[in-house]
């Protein structure tokens, strides 16, 4: 539909793909028992009825002898809420929305944390004239409404700064590709961060509309450039020149805050870094009051 605000008449392979499916061999079109060994591939084709009153049983007598807490429950997707409902009623307490969990829940935190919000701020696609992508596979991992803000913003000539140890399709784009040595993310994050508030390439208002900056600066000092650059594995000079170039354009940086946020363990604390990134380089949140409490690690 060329009309439709978020595809605008495009569709993803797996769209594209979707009339594959109704002739697919392996499509279900009915419950279907294991029989045998598992992982023998055999099985029988069973009533909706059987099928049902199977689950209720095996959930029934787990209750009785062990209890709701003995349940989990992995959901995602809007259709899981009427089986999250039921898990609720059962008085389970282990329920874990994976898709969440493993996409949103870290960045939602990170940024929560730092800017009171769970998304980056002000700046997006559409006014960025530097993007900044950190692990985000873009053209690869393909969401068609992100994409095409993504590809319009690098031809309105936005500069694109790749974060990635592989040659990406996004860092075949890019003006800077750093490859980084893979889970040193927030040590780069820290040395951007040293460059640009120790030369002065940072948004003056921090110093008097935001809290925490002064305790930021003290933490930096805390840190060698070169220190830095070599946990990454980069050189100082692909360091500095990137950070001059997102300094350059601010406040027009859309370091994008992206989805598959769970990586090293260690990942909330990384996209906070990365969050006040954002809010050094001006492009953080906007207030109507003209004051954040910006909670800086």
């Given at each position: 539909n060329p009309n439709d605000i978020l595809t605008a008449g495009q569709i993803c392979p797996r769209g594209a793909a979707a009339d594959l499916m109704p002739?697919?061999?392996?499509?279900?079109?009915?419950?279907?028992?294991?029989?045998?060994?598992?992982?023998?591939?055999?099985w029988v084709r069973i009533s909706w009825g059987e099928a049902i009153d199977t689950i209720f049983n095996h959930l029934d007598k787990q209750l009785r002898l062990e209890g709701p807490n003995s349940l989990a429950l992995f959901h995602g997707g809007s259709s899981s809420s009427f089986i999250k409902e039921l898990f609720v009623e059962l008085g389970c307490r282990y329920i874990n929305d994976s898709s969440y969990e493993y996409c949103q829940a870290n960045r939602n935190l990170a940024y929560d944390l730092t800017f009171g919000r769970e998304q980056s701020g002000a700046v997006g696609f559409e006014q960025a004239q530097c993007?900044?992508?950190?692990?985000?596979n873009l053209g690869e991992n393909l969401q068609i409404p992100v994409m095409r803000k993504y590809n319009q913003a690098l031809a309105r000539g936005a500069k694109l700064i790749v974060v990635d140890p592989r040659r990406s399709t996004a860092a075949a784009r890019a003006d800077y590709h750093l490859m980084i040595r893979p889970g040193t993310d927030t040590a780069l994050l820290l040395g951007w961060l040293k460059y640009i508030v120790e030369n002065g390439l940072y948004n003056r208002d921090l110093e008097s509309s935001f809290s925490g900056f002064a305790e930021l600066k003290n933490q930096l000092l805390n840190y060698r450039l070169g220190d830095l650059a070599a946990i990454a594995d980069i050189s100082v000079s692909d360091l500095k020149r990137s950070a001059?170039?997102?300094?350059?354009?601010?406040?027009?940086?859309?370091?994008?805050?992206?989805?598959?946020?769970?990586?090293?363990?260690?990942d909330v604390q990384r996209l906070r870094a990365q969050a006040i990134l954002s809010a050094v380089l001006g492009a953080g949140p906007t207030s109507k009051t003209g004051s954040e409490d910006l909670k800086f690690p």
């Open positions: 002739g697919d061999p392996d499509r279900l079109k009915f419950p279907l028992k294991r029989v045998g060994k598992r992982g023998a591939g055999k993007v900044v992508l950190l692990g985000s001059q170039a997102m300094a350059g354009l601010a406040p027009a940086v859309f370091v994008y805050p992206g989805d598959n946020s769970a990586w090293y363990g260690n």
